[in-house]
């Protein structure tokens, strides 16, 4: 068996953005290939029957697209010199691809920058837009207003005013006084309707073509934006609008039109906080009558370094919702109906990327058991899934992969369960270094399926175990609560676990243990070094060490950090401080690598540079890798070159000590 290289990723192919067309007989979907050259992933629009894939047209950069009929799919493009002007200066364009001629013309041109999200009626679309007041302006100026509205928005680049908090977000950036709206766009007269006005923000929404209704979720713009949000209807026909539930006690995270009903997923988080897991109501009378209550996550919390972009995994055909729910170590599907009927239909070995309904048929974008992403039908009778697409059956074939090895550690209270990798060429009586790898989240879990970095570091001749610890996903509520137990709970599970595969794998070398993780794996990597020195070099990755200033800093500080330490920084300060790696800073022997990105607003820099100097300050081993112009995500949809440096150096720090 060949062996997989660190670079074998820009050879894999990434499948998103799947879509069912209005008379659910086709399906949309890009494929995604890596530019290292040009230091970006490019698109390719395919479609299927459910049999047959064919490639529609090169996206380029963009992922972004929808059916505007049967016959016709409406792209984001500006192809001239003129339009690509035209585009920097917050103008929309948008082309029709014909589908069976693959013909090109132009078709829509509006004056501010917005997305077409929905074909309404043959002379109504739905746009959405996330706009500041100078922006929305854009779409109702003169050309000479226009022209000084322009010149004083460049001004503006300079500088944020800034009145609310948050103000940035992870990805999107500075979001400072934006606002999400929904337009509805009159093809025929070019009369645009805005559906929201500029007091609340738009959330998820839904649409009934049926009945001309959209239902969409909103928060108050306050101050300090609230988690909780309320649902509004608006028929499209009449310009009407209504509230439908105006209470502000509940996280409202996804709508469903259900037969006649409106349904909602959401959570009140009393119990457990923001990741409390949700139920799903109906929506009588400006009150949330329980459905029913759903004891895991919905939706697919399942890890990997593996995908770019993303898909729905949940949809309503007939009389009942679709959706997937993370179980333990691997995505299912359930329905639902009006009734509280609940029913578990497929259980994927592997993970549900995205999921559509054609022909009377199930599609879905998987990654099933240690195979990259690809499209396959899905047959709940039999429980067996049929592989459509094979974009990455050769990347990988004659290389050596190894399958996950079960670990189960059993506690009195519970269980927890994680994997190992056993190296290449793998001989009981030789010894190994190994890697302990730490998910993010926390409230997220590891599976069964394909992980690059996991794999190659398998392929250097390294074990690999990780494992789902106390506050991962899948197991409910109680298992992923971890509130104000930060380093405690978690790391006993971490450090057991750790443990239990030495002792069942006796040729690790106990001398050559490493330990990496990010995000809250970051977290869990700066604490595990503050409290032991069992581990001989450690890479921490978009980490947390101070709750502090995290409070104040990151994007979801304000609330997050509250929660998950169940304290207030300056009312609680010492029950902050005692959750922070940055504490134990000064009992740290263990060279640390930290690896960072100069726009992860999620956990800012400031929380590795407060670290780093601390342990230079020391004079312990340690360095620090800065990413320009990536954000929180580098690991998984950074750039190319980006996402090889860094594994490049995570792989030679540790190569340093094996």
Partial sequence: MKQINLNHF???????????????????????????????????????????QRKLFSLGKKNSF?????????????????????????????????LSTKELTSAYKFSFPVEIVEVLTENKLLLKGNLTKDE???????????????????????????????????GPGFTANKTNYLFVYNVETKALLQVNDSQVSVGSFEINKVKNEII???????????????????????????????KTDYAIKRLFFLADEIV?????????????????????????????????SVGNSIGSDCRLGSSKTNLVAGDKLYFTTTVDDHSEIYSLDKQANLKRLYV??????????????????????????????????????????????????????????????????????????????????????????IHGGPKTVYGKIFYHEMQYWANKGYFVFFANPRGSDGKGDEFSDIRGKYGTIDYQDLMAFT?????????????????????????????????????????????????ISFFGTSDIGYYFAKDQTAGHPLKDFDQLWEQSPLKYALKIKTPLLLIHSEEDYRCPMEQALQLYVILKDRG??????????????LSRSGKPQGREKRLTEITNWFGQYR
């Fill in 66 to 98: 929808i059916y505007e009929d049967e016959n016709n799919v409406l792209l984001p493009l500006a192809k001239t010199k003129k339009e690509k002007k035209l585009e920097k200066e917050k103008y929309t364009i948008y082309y029709r691809l014909n």
């Fill in 620 to 633: 312990i081993r340690s360095r620090l890798v800065w990413f320009k112009g990536e954000n929180h995500d």
């Fill in 216 to 246: 969409y979720t909103a928060s108050k713009k306050l101050d300090k934006r609230e988690l909780t949000n309320q649902v509004y209807r608006y028929n499209y026909l009449v310009n009407a609008s209504e509230i439908l539930y105006s």
């Fill in 348 to 437: 994927a070995d592997g993970s549900i990327d995205g999921l559509v309904f054609i022909n009377n048929q199930f599609y879905s974008i998987m990654m099933h058991k240690q195979k990259l992403q690809e499209l396959y039908r899905l047959d709940f009778q039999k429980q067996k899934q049929y592989q459509l697409t094979r974009y990455n059956s050769r990347v990988l074939s004659s290389y050596y992969i190894a399958k996950p090895k079960e670990v189960i550690v059993k506690f009195k209270t519970h269980e927890v369960k994680g994997f190992v990798l056993l190296p290449k060429d793998y001989d009981a009586l030789n010894k190994y270094p190994a890697i302990l790898n």
């Fill in 499 to 547: 443990d239990k595969v030495l002792k069942k794998y006796p040729a690790i070398d106990k001398q050559k243990l490493f330990v990496t993780g990010g995000s809250y794996g970051g977290f869990m990597t700066n604490w595990i070094i503050g409290q032991t020195d069992r581990f001989k070099a450690a890479a921490t990755q978009r980490s947390i060490s101070n709750w």
């Fill in 264 to 296: 909602c997923y959401g959570t009140d988080m009393k119990k457990l906080g923001v990741n409390q897991n949700g139920s799903f109501y109906l929506i009588v009378d400006n009150n949330l009558e329980l459905l029913t209550h759903f004891p895991t």
């Fill in 10 to 52: 820009l050879k894999y192919k990434y499948l998103s953005a799947l879509i069912s067309s209005p008379e659910q007989r086709k399906a949309l979907f890009a494929v995604a290939k890596t530019n290292y050259d040009k230091n970006d992933y490019f698109y390719d629009l395919y479609e299927t029957d459910g049999v047959k």
């Fill in 136 to 170: 929305l302006q854009l779409k109702t100026l003169t050309k000479e207003a226009r022209k000084e509205k322009l010149k004083y928005l460049s001004k503006q680049k300079a500088y944020e005013e800034i009145e609310q908090i948050p103000f940035y977000l992870n």
